[in-house]
């Protein structure tokens, strides 16, 4: 049985929905097996409920059965749905209704899992929770993609920038310019707000500081090299190293693989070392993924 999916009986009704409601809405379902509505009713309202199990829950009562329950509600016909919340009906329908009805009716009474979890995120990061927060906006953003294969156009959620911008503001905090960037990039023109220009703003300056003499003067002699057609491997080796120090960690993987794709035991594995030291220190999955896969195929 699904989360938050439950047939209910006399003795379960006040667990379950009285106190229930009290933690997360609860949609409770008055429906009989000789009902074909009812029957046509109840896979819609699992399908709608699957889509995010967390928001609400779904209670069943068989009124063929549970006579008692019925006749306390003073229910006439079904299928007739009510919406708990806080341990009382807030509203109600009966009849066949369509799918835009009833979804329309159970996001009306449900919260927005997304936006909690945004609000969540951005108090975190004003009481300098900075890595509780990244994490709390990450699930966000999962949820929201989670949503978006079900439903379509992940731009559909008025939430998705905005916890794009958030997201972006905590990597810039936690010195990831490189997470951030992309992120950026992506907000469209409608969206970029106050909030986006502060950002971006910071985000250049950020760049700026991580362009160190050093990373300067070794891609100059990078691009020297190439265009001498010298030997560059040794320059990457030590720009590489740059980088990683500027935190600008997917430059310093994408030189240090392009070393190993010639010679995976350059400088007897030293670079080898390398590379498995910087995966092993960033908590960027996605980039940590990409690499390790790209060394296996290598490997194997």
């Not at 667990?15 to 409601?21: R, V, Y």
């Not at 329950?69 to 009382?88: E, L, R, T």
């Not at 799918?99 to 449900?110: G, L």
Request: glycine share 4%.
């Amino acid at each position: 049985m699904p989360v938050n999916n439950h047939d209910v009986n006399v003795s379960t009704f006040p667990p379950l929905i009285l106190e229930g409601s009290k933690q997360k809405p609860v949609l409770v379902v008055f429906w009989s097996p000789q009902c074909q509505i009812c029957t046509a009713l109840l896979p819609l309202i699992n399908k709608i409920h699957s889509e995010d199990e967390q928001a609400f829950v779904v209670a069943r009562i068989n009124c063929d059965v549970e006579h008692e329950i019925v006749n306390h509600f003073g229910v006439k016909s079904v299928p007739s749905v009510f919406m708990f919340v806080d341990g009382q009906g807030a509203d109600g329908f009966a009849g066949e209704q369509t799918e835009e009805f009833i979804r329309e009716f159970i996001s009306k009474h449900t919260p927005d899992q997304t936006l909690l979890l945004l609000q969540q995120g951005q108090t975190l990061f004003a009481q300098g929770e900075i890595e509780q927060a990244k994490q709390v906006l990450l699930d966000a953003l999962k949820l929201i993609q989670a949503d978006t294969d079900k439903k379509g156009n992940i731009n559909n959620n008025e939430n998705y920038h905005e916890i794009k911008l958030a997201l972006a503001q905590v990597y810039l905090a936690l010195g990831e310019f490189e997470n951030a960037s992309p992120l950026l990039e992506s907000i469209p023109m409608a969206s970029q707000n106050m909030i986006y220009h502060s950002l971006m703003s910071q985000l250049e300056l950020a760049k700026q500081s991580s362009q160190t003499p050093e990373i300067t003067a070794l891609e100059a002699s990078l691009e020297q090299a190439i265009s001498e057609s010298q030997d560059e491997t040794p320059i990457k080796h030590q720009l590489a190293i740059q980088y990683n120090q500027a935190n600008r960690n997917s430059d310093a993987l994408a030189l240090l693989y392009s070393i190993l794709l010639v010679d995976m035991n350059y400088e007897d594995g030293e670079t080898k070392k390398t590379f498995l030291d910087i995966l092993a220190t960033i908590d960027d999955i996605k980039l940590v993924t990409e690499y390790r896969r790209k060394l296996y195929s290598l490997l194997y």
